[in-house]
């Protein structure tokens, strides 16, 4: 499986635009890059994927490098509720049973 | 958006019964389901991939006799911890993938605790 590093943790004030960064120097032609969080004493939720192009959704942003061999994931107003554990998970498009393998993600702490 | 629903959300059992955790996707076809666990301050394993209407594909180190995993309609998947031990206290999660989508959903967990 293709590897993702991300930090360990990360703190944000609230309200304040919040830059998660991922590194994923060994992608594949064909692997999407994932961003899921998990907050507490809950399931993880999907936040947003990309292949190449920058992404935007209600949730945050996608910022690709154009190797591709890093992303941002980027919270546009950081609120209370967004401190969780983000996952940047690397998945191939074209699976029968392709597994989706979290690292350690980062936990994000907003500060009030 | 689609939903998956995990129950029961925690449960307490004894040190040698089983206890069965059902996922359920609420409003799409899912033919493949995963199991993952948690312990705490640290990421989900994988524990093993459920495939409707067949056998199910487990990581290495997961004991398929004491994680019994079945899978027999493209909504329901289940996960019986046989005999449980202290040691098997955990979060347990299930996600589904709706068809051949890109993205996952995850149900809430389940967290059990053996006594």
């Known amino acids: 499986d293709a590897k993702t590093t991300q930090p360990n943790s990360m703190e944000s004030n609230e309200e304040e635009p919040v830059h998660l960064p991922c590194n994923h120097s060994?992608?594949?032609?064909?692997?999407?890059i994932h961003w899921y969080r998990q907050l507490p004493s809950q399931g993880p939720e999907y936040v947003i994927h990309?292949?190449?192009s920058n992404v935007n959704n209600r949730m945050a942003s996608l910022a690709i490098a154009e190797d591709r061999k890093s992303s941002t994931l980027i919270l546009h107003r950081a609120t209370l509720r967004d401190a969780a554990v983000y996952y940047c998970?690397?998945?191939?498009?074209?699976?029968?049973?392709?597994?989706?393998?979290f690292g350690t993600g980062t936990r994000l702490t907003i500060i009030p | 958006g689609a939903v998956v629903s995990q129950h029961p959300s925690w449960v307490i059992c004894k040190s040698g019964t089983s206890v069965k955790i059902e996922c359920r996707s609420l409003?799409?076809?899912?033919?493949?389901m995963f199991w993952y666990r948690q312990f705490p301050k640290q990421s989900l394993m994988l524990m093993a991939t459920?495939?409707?209407?067949?056998?199910?594909?487990?990581e290495q180190g997961v004991e398929k006799d004491k994680f019994l995993i079945n899978h027999a309609s493209l909504t329901l998947s289940t996960l019986t911890v046989t005999s449980a031990h202290p040691e098997d206290s955990s979060f347990y999660i299930c996600?589904?993938?709706?068809?051949?989508?890109?993205?996952?959903?995850f149900g809430n967990g389940t967290r059990l605790t053996v006594t």
């Open positions: 060994t992608i594949s032609g064909t692997d999407y």
């Open positions: 459920s495939n409707e209407g067949s056998k199910a594909t487990y």
């Open positions: 990309g292949l190449t």
């Open positions: 996600s589904a993938r709706e068809g051949a989508r890109v993205t996952l959903h």
């Open positions: 409003d799409f076809q899912a033919t493949t």
């Open positions: 998970i690397l998945l191939t498009e074209y699976f029968g049973n392709e597994k989706l393998t």
